[in-house]
């Protein structure tokens, strides 16, 4: 079964973590990623700029519109993912709670099955 296990950013809870913490946390994700290389259940995985540099397209009327900026204002932002590929749910769980992001107060990932994958079955 394919997972993507997804991770946040509160700004405010990153900047409230002191540099030796956030240094902690980022350098967390090289053992997590041999982790699951290693056991094969790693599909890829991808980092994303934060909000001031996304653009949303919409279509109106056949013509298409782009606008600077997040779809929403929120205070959280998708940050990136690992897509994996496990035996279960409890599995994705146990992997999700190895990303160093889960430890942070405030912050956790976000566990979502993928439904479809092009290219190569679920």
Not at 4 to 31: A, C, F
Not at 84 to 99: D, K
Request: net charge negative; proline share 7%.
């Amino acid at each position: 079964m394919k997972f993507l296990l997804i991770m946040h950013m509160n700004p405010e809870i990153w900047d409230s973590l002191t540099e030796e913490e956030r240094k902690e946390v980022m350098n967390g994700h090289q053992p997590f990623i041999e982790a699951v290389e290693k056991s094969g259940e790693l599909v890829g995985h991808q980092v994303l700029e934060g909000p001031a540099t996304s653009a949303v397209v919409r279509v109106t009327d056949g013509v298409p519109v782009v606008s600077d900026g997040p779809y929403l204002e929120t205070k959280e932002y998708l940050a990136g993912f690992y897509m994996i590929n496990c035996e279960s749910r409890e599995r994705a769980f146990e992997l999700a709670a190895m990303i160093p992001d889960a430890s942070v107060p405030g912050i956790g990932i976000e566990v979502r099955p993928v439904m479809f994958s092009a290219g190569s079955p679920v």
